[in-house]
């Protein structure tokens, strides 16, 4: 069985004490492979480590994550294009709108969005979204900048059966993760009506781990207890849901 971690962030401090021995408990279940997003500048060569650690298994994505979008938001921006021009990414994320945190930077958000996006299709790229309490927001941009050549992930989808079919009918797959599993999750009451040619895998790790793990740090071993719950919604054996869902991940990554 091989399943794909389509969101995790290897690279993060919180694995600094044992990065070596967590990846090797994901690969030794069967998680080969690991995409890695990226947040600002200060993490990029964090990230270039971690893919020359791990050459077969680690695919790097780039970009700005909203909640970085600050003042200095052109030079970041002016950042992931300078990566972009030096080598190959699989896909330019994590990008979108957070207006959980702090909604004093939104119009750079979206301008952050929209010049990722565009940049996306310039390299031929899928993009990875993180929407946070900004569906609105970011279903109006998609509505703008739809098109064949815009496609993606939404990254740890958490919203309603309709917001799921919008997002579909933009070219998004859904990342599921830990919260499919939580009791006061939600998607789990309707991931059933999603036919699973629409659904990635993702821990988000170090965040949002599953059940029984929740509120402890996440990694992407823990990708098994989605499975598992995706096995019970759907009615079908983990093999077919890591088959499956690991098929997605390459359609996307063109892997």
């Given at each position: 069985m091989i399943l794909t971690d389509t969101h995790t962030h290897l690279y993060s401090e919180a694995f600094d004490a044992d990065r070596k021995e967590m990846i090797q408990r994901a690969l030794t279940i069967g998680i080969k492979r690991f995409f890695i997003p990226a947040i600002d500048s200060s993490y990029t060569q964090s990230m270039y480590t971690l893919e020359a650690h791990y050459p077969d298994n680690v695919f790097l994505m780039m970009g700005l994550h909203p909640t970085h979008v600050k003042a200095n938001y052109l030079e970041e921006?002016?950042?992931?294009?300078?990566?972009?021009?030096?080598?190959?990414?699989?896909?330019?994320?994590?990008?979108?709108?957070?207006?959980y945190w702090d909604k004093s930077f939104l119009p750079q958000q979206q301008e952050a969005f929209v010049y990722?996006?565009?940049?996306?299709?310039?390299?031929?790229?899928?993009?990875?979204?993180?929407?946070?309490?900004?569906?609105?927001?970011?279903?109006?941009?998609?509505?703008?900048?739809?098109?064949?050549?815009?496609?993606?992930?939404?990254?740890?989808?958490?919203?309603?059966l309709e917001?799921?079919?919008?997002?579909?009918?933009?070219?998004?797959?859904?990342?599921?993760?830990?919260?499919?599993?939580?009791?006061?999750?939600?998607?789990?009451?309707?991931?059933?009506?999603?036919?699973?040619?629409y659904i990635v895998l993702e821990t988000d790790a170090p965040y949002l781990a599953?059940?029984?793990?929740?509120?402890?740090?996440?990694?992407?071993?823990?990708?098994?207890?989605?499975?598992d719950k995706l096995s019970n919604i759907y009615d079908k054996e983990v093999v077919e849901i890591a088959e499956i869902t690991t098929r997605n991940a390459q359609e996307i990554f063109g892997i």
């Open positions: 921006l002016a950042h992931v294009t300078a990566q972009f021009e030096k080598r190959n990414f699989y896909a330019v994320g994590e990008i979108g709108i957070d207006l990722q996006i565009r940049l996306a299709k310039q390299y031929g790229l899928p993009i990875v979204i993180h929407s946070r309490e900004s569906f609105d927001e970011i279903f109006e941009i998609l509505e703008q900048e739809k098109g064949e050549d815009l496609y993606g992930i939404f990254h740890c989808f958490t919203g309603t917001q799921a079919r919008q997002a579909i009918d933009y070219n998004m797959k859904l990342g599921i993760g830990g919260v499919v599993t939580f009791k006061n999750g939600k998607i789990d009451q309707f991931l059933h009506k999603i036919d699973l040619r599953p059940a029984p793990y929740r509120g402890k740090r996440n990694e992407s071993a823990y990708l098994k207890h989605v499975v």
